[in-house]
């Protein structure tokens, strides 16, 4: 009995040392090819680095879209858009007629600009829209209790000229947030410029910092601890979680300053959001908004790429003289018994 339980153990240990040299010789080939999930040291996916979210997608879908286009639809808008890059890259004409006096002159010119090159592709569909739901791809309808909102903040509004002070002025002019949603929440790229993101990450924080307006959102992990409700912060008030792989960050007592999609947010609005690493290029973002004011909840679904470039210091405030003259321009005007022009 001895000596069979002694056979039996080098048997064992033969077939399981072979198995294992098998392994180690099949290893590296039957990994090819296959991407395996950054992790941190507390074994969750590392989402850290730079990444972008810039894209040709619209927002919200054309009416006369399904929710997949087609590779020729692809084709097209990706065209118009190396297209328009091409354009803005050409030298100018020192030739050319001064513009007249009542047109136009721009802002930037395309040095400055980066509406995106690419279609936002998710799970291999081209997305005609980032927003998917509700299904047909677009914001659905106020409630009754949205539009009476609706008509008190445009009859607050109207009191006031768009120029008569610097608190009428939009937000990202005065250096106090991103244009556009692109701090969020919900991050939606601006389709202008500084589409970018830098994430960091720890045990307790998730830091995404964005170059637009150098906005920073500092995520808490862990069980909420909220604020009270009138504490309002830019970016609201941000806690998430790890649901396996995913990290879900919920976003409640936004600032009412903080407007997205026409009209600011209730104070009972609620955003979540959910970071998933799918691949060594991309975070796939989904956001969905719960909000009295709408009909029904809505969000959507954006790639987020490697970004393999710097992020610069958007130094808004040191040197944003464009405030200060567009109301010195507007009391000119006054002065002159015109009405500053409405935009």
């Not at 009995?1 to 040299?21: E, F, G, K, N, Q």
């Not at 919900?186 to 637009?212: G, K, L």
């Not at 405030?323 to 010195?328: G, S, W």
Request: glycine share 8%; aromatic share 10%; proline share 8%.
């Amino acid at each position: 009995m001895r000596y069979s339980t002694s056979l039996l153990a080098l048997c064992v240990a033969i077939t399981s040392l072979a198995t294992v040299s098998q392994a180690a010789a099949q290893g590296p080939a039957a990994d090819a090819g296959r991407w395996v999930v950054p992790r941190t040291a507390e074994g969750h996916p590392d989402l850290q680095g730079n990444w972008t979210n810039v894209t040709v997608t619209p927002f919200q879908r054309a009416e006369d879209k399904g929710p997949v286009l087609t590779w020729d639809e692809v084709a097209v808008l990706e065209g118009r858009a190396a297209a328009r890059v091409e354009r803005g890259a050409r030298a100018s004409d020192p030739d050319r007629a001064a513009p007249a006096v009542t047109g136009n002159t721009g802002g930037y010119n395309n040095v400055y600009i980066d509406r995106g090159k690419i279609v936002a592709i998710v799970d291999g569909q081209p997305r005609s829209s980032l927003l998917t739901t509700p299904p047909d791809g677009r914001i659905p309808a106020m409630s009754p209790m949205g539009e009476k909102r609706m008509e008190e903040y445009r009859a607050f509004r109207a009191q006031f000229g768009p120029y008569d002070n610097p608190e009428t002025r939009p937000l990202g002019e005065r250096c106090m947030m991103s244009f556009g949603s692109s701090a969020g929440p919900p991050m939606i790229p601006n389709n202008f410029y500084n589409n970018n993101y830098t994430i960091v990450q720890t045990a307790d924080y998730v830091m995404i910092q964005t170059e637009m307006v150098h906005d920073t959102r500092i995520i808490r992990l862990g069980e909420p601890d909220r604020l009270p409700e009138h504490m309002r912060p830019w970016m609201g008030d941000s806690w998430g979680h790890w649901e396996g792989d995913v990290l879900v960050v919920e976003t409640t007592n936004i600032n009412p300053m903080q407007t997205f999609s026409r009209f600011p947010p209730s104070k009972d609005r609620k955003v979540t959001e959910r970071f998933s690493r799918v691949d060594e290029e991309t975070i796939l973002y989904e956001f969905t908004i719960e909000d009295p004011a709408y009909s029904e909840l809505w969000g959507g679904q954006i790639p987020f790429k490697a970004f393999d470039d710097l992020l610069y210091e958007y130094s808004c405030h040191e040197g944003n003289y464009a405030l200060d003259n567009i109301l010195r321009g507007a009391r000119y005007q006054e002065r002159q018994g015109n009405q500053p022009e409405q935009r």
